[in-house]
């Protein structure tokens, strides 16, 4: 029975020793790690952690990226992403911040944006400094999908009962079910408390980054090369489901728009600080009879204005990077994002 | 709730506390424990269970009177029916349907919503098993209701088995109040959960993420690739079934309770007879004990043998689970029985009988056998049957050196598999030397350190969605 003892003692070290050794590079590399967050969103917590004790550390100042697949920069590897290139812009003219944190994902909603800030308020994190983008379909009546908030509505649940309670039709009709139940609870407590637990994607990700024999690849989300060298892409975006993201009837740009409500509580949440909106571009060349329709013009223009009147630095990039540079309608290649970075940058000295 | 979740451990833990802690309440700490347990599946699936059992056990008192006969046949036909209505009825009517032409399944009727409720055929056939036994007087009936519940239902093999007999669980459910905490017991106990977790968490479902690609492409796999996926899975659904099995038998240690051994390391086996000695051993002595001699064994001619061998076995196949290719793997399986027979008739008759224990035969006859398994494994994987026969035809036709080099890596995984199953037979062979040894060179404190390290590496292989065993489907 003595080992017994022995492991309990040992478990006991663990549980209160193991987040001081998790080290942040594994998971977070100039973004989150997309498969690790994917599989249990509340790694986030560990990310946020981490960072919020290297800002205190550091005490220097920082940027906050997020938002959707445009903003997390895929389909391509980190180190050409919308995060990398602005802090090494940023620290080559050491003008701006020093650090860039990207905390986007994508499939993130204006709902999860919301829910991310209410986060970073809970973790010491300050937003005085942030980029975000929306884009087209965020604004496109739900029918029902996607969902106004697709990875965090356990968090906004815990941080903004009353948005949520607002929002959970929509949710509903997306399939959401909330646990519920005892064993649901108990459930939760245990993964909350138990540090293994908790941390147990971390850990793999921090001993598999030790192993020599684990080669992993840069994470990617798929294939990066410039859309023309892509077959078979054009075909697929005439799919309802690619389709549906430019429909041209005119937005709906009241609270009820679950779109517009988030935004006016992310607008709220950002008054008096610097906060800069983009809205990334269409490839024109891949998705014209969209980009051209006259409502959908109209529809970017309601966007527009809905900014313009907004205090927010805003960018629409729609024929501002040229189609060379994307990687299929709406994603850009490497050098289409540092293009992307350059004009953020340029925009944000203007505004200084 | 499933063995490797955090919350079964805590179930686990708190159980085991309760039934050390107040030893006259044993049996009503295990009859509630297995209520909890299972009622989290669902309150119908618990009425139905309970319902069953109640119906059985009262039945049961007929089984040695004058109308026994009666009694027997009413309460077999109850509880096959009860799993012929979840498991079967939608196979059944379909397959009317196809050979009749005519539509026989109306959408939104009762059959279309039945939902199979978990570890239905285990309990089906450990209740028959009791039953039939009670009836031939093996074993005495039993009076009182909340042993026969916990006889049942113990929710270490309530799901997947072991198939428990009366004679073996019973008595000791009686007798669970003399059980005395026993350091022993629970070494073993803790030691075979932690195996069955590691081989479950670890292996089964890291092969699974292999094995469910490979088949999902099934048609348009190469004979090399096909043969590498058959063995894969042959490798999952061993490490999936036997984690189940040896932490059922963990779990029973720890109350103090001895459950049947399941598995003991079957891909050793030379031919099909011993298969099934190695193979999910309560199931085939169960259909050995209720199915096959029932029908006559042996005892009626070798035409009715292998026409018996080869019925026991088709249903042996269509217990895991209502589609054909269930069957079919069952089939496969009687027919390589009979092809074993005609094989010892022809060795009988010829002067190679003397080689048959040589190690070299020994070690050709495993190498035979083994792909015969896989192939095997082929039809239990692939629910379409055509896909399936593709597969095994390029099989069949591959050219063993045309493969392509790189597929050399995945040989290389299934040769290391192979090996650690090699390995694990002979670890079980020298149990009582190892363990002497493994407690002799490391002291406790180091082996406190390595038993940590295997947790740790169990929790941090642990899916955030929870994979559930595969046998749970039958």
């Known amino acids: 029975m003595r080992v017994f003892r022995y492991i309990v003692v040992y478990m006991l070290i663990i549980q209160f020793t193991l987040p001081l050794f998790l080290q942040l590079n594994p998971i977070y590399d100039y973004r989150m790690n997309y498969d690790l967050v994917k599989d249990n969103t509340e790694n986030i917590d560990f990310i946020l952690d981490k960072i919020s004790r290297q800002i205190k550390a550091s005490e220097g100042d920082y940027v906050i990226i997020l938002g959707d697949s445009v903003g997390f920069s895929g389909p391509g590897p980190s180190t050409q992403s919308i995060g990398y290139f602005l802090e090494k812009q940023a620290q080559e003219e050491s003008a701006l911040a020093a650090k860039v944190y990207n905390l986007s994902m994508p499939a993130m909603q204006t709902g999860d944006i919301y829910t991310m800030l209410l986060k970073l ?52 009709a997306n399939g959401y079910k909330e646990e519920k139940g005892i064993l649901a609870a108990i459930k939760r407590i245990l993964w909350d408390k138990i540090a293994l637990l908790k941390y147990k994607d971390v850990l793999k990700l921090n001993t598999f980054s030790y192993l020599p024999f684990i080669n992993e690849e840069a994470e990617t989300l798929g294939d990066f090369r410039p859309w023309y060298e892509k077959e078979g892409l054009a075909e697929m975006l005439q799919e309802p489901e690619y389709l549906n993201s430019f429909l041209d009837t005119p937005f709906d740009m009241s609270k009820n728009n679950p779109q517009i409500f988030f935004l006016e509580k992310i607008l709220e949440h950002q008054k008096g600080k610097d906060t800069l909106v983009y809205i990334g571009g269409t490839n024109t060349e891949l998705m014209p009879e969209q980009v051209n329709a006259p409502g959908y013009k109209d529809n970017l223009a309601q966007i527009d204005n809905y900014f313009m009147e907004r205090e927010v630095t805003y960018i629409n990039f729609q024929n501002k990077i040229d189609n060379q540079y994307f990687t299929d309608h709406v994603h850009l290649t490497g050098e289409g994002y540092q293009k992307m970075v350059q004009i953020i940058y340029a925009k944000i000295n203007e505004g200084d | 709730m499933l063995f490797q979740t955090p919350e079964f451990i805590l179930f686990l833990g708190i159980t085991l506390l309760i039934y050390y802690k107040f030893p006259n309440l044993r049996l009503y700490t295990l009859g509630f424990a297995n209520l909890l347990f299972y009622g989290v599946v669902g309150l119908g699936a618990v009425i139905l269970f309970l319902g069953i059992i109640t119906i059985s056990y009262l039945l049961s008192f007929g089984l040695q009177g004058k109308y026994k006969k009666i009694f027997i046949w009413i309460a077999i036909l109850i509880n096959v029916a009860n799993l012929i209505l979840f498991q079967y009825s939608i196979l059944l009517l379909t397959s009317l349907e196809q050979l009749l032409a005519i539509e026989l399944i109306i959408k939104n009727t009762l059959v279309t919503h039945l939902i199979l409720p978990i570890g239905i055929s285990f309990y089906t056939f450990q209740m028959i098993a009791y039953l039939v036994d009670v009836y031939q007087e093996k074993i005495e009936v039993c009076k009182s209701w909340l042993t026969f519940w916990v006889f049942m239902s113990f929710f270490g093999q309530l799901i997947a088995g072991p198939i428990m007999r009366g004679k073996d669980l019973i008595p000791q459910v009686q007798k669970l109040k003399t059980i005395v905490l026993d350091d022993a017991n629970l070494k073993l106990g803790a030691g075979l959960f932690l195996l069955g977790l590691f081989k479950k968490v670890v292996l089964a479902d890291n092969l699974a993420i292999y094995a469910d690609l490979a088949f999902q492409h099934g048609a348009s796999l190469t004979g090399p690739e096909a043969w590498i996926a058959a063995f894969v899975y042959t490798f999952q659904i061993y490490f999936d079934f036997s984690a189940y099995s040896e932490m059922a038998l963990g779990i029973g240690y720890l109350f103090g309770i001895k459950l049947a051994v399941n598995f003991k390391t079957p891909y050793i086996s030379r031919n099909p007879t011993e298969f099934w000695r190695r193979w999910h051993i309560t199931l085939s002595t169960w259909i050995r004990d209720y199915i096959y001699i029932p029908l006559g064994g042996s005892r009626k001619g070798e035409n009715r043998q292998y026409a018996n061998l080869f019925m026991a076995m088709t249903i042996s196949g269509l217990w895991h689970g209502a589609a054909w290719n269930f069957a079919i793997w069952g089939m496969y399986h009687g027919a390589l029985l009979i092809g074993h027979k005609f094989y010892l008739k022809f060795l009988d008759k010829t002067s190679l009988k003397k080689f048959a224990n040589n190690i070299w035969s020994k070690l050709i006859s495993i190498a035979i056998f083994f792909p015969l398994v896989a192939l095997g494994w082929v039809f239990f994987r692939q629910g379409d049957i055509t896909v399936a026969t593709q597969m095994i035809n390029k099989m069949l036709t591959t050219n063993p050196l045309a493969v392509d080099s790189s597929l050399y890596k995945y040989i290389l995984l299934i040769l290391g598999l192979y090996f650690a199953h090699v390995l694990e037979y002979i670890a079980i062979k020298n149990q009582d030397k190892i363990t002497q040894l493994w407690h002799k060179i490391l002291p406790a404190p180091l082996r406190g350190i390595f038993y940590t390290i295997i947790i740790v590496i169990i929790v941090i292989f642990l899916k955030n969605e929870t994979s559930a065993f595969i046998y749970f489907q039958f």
């Open chain 1, 121 to 172: 308020d809970e973790k010491g994190i300050a937003t005085d400094k942030l980029i975000f983008n929306v884009i087209y379909a965020g604004f496109v009546a739900r029918n029902p999908d996607p969902p106004p908030v697709f990875w965090l509505k356990e968090e906004l649940k815990r941080l903004d009962k009353e948005a949520y309670d607002h929002i959970y039709p929509a949710l509903s």
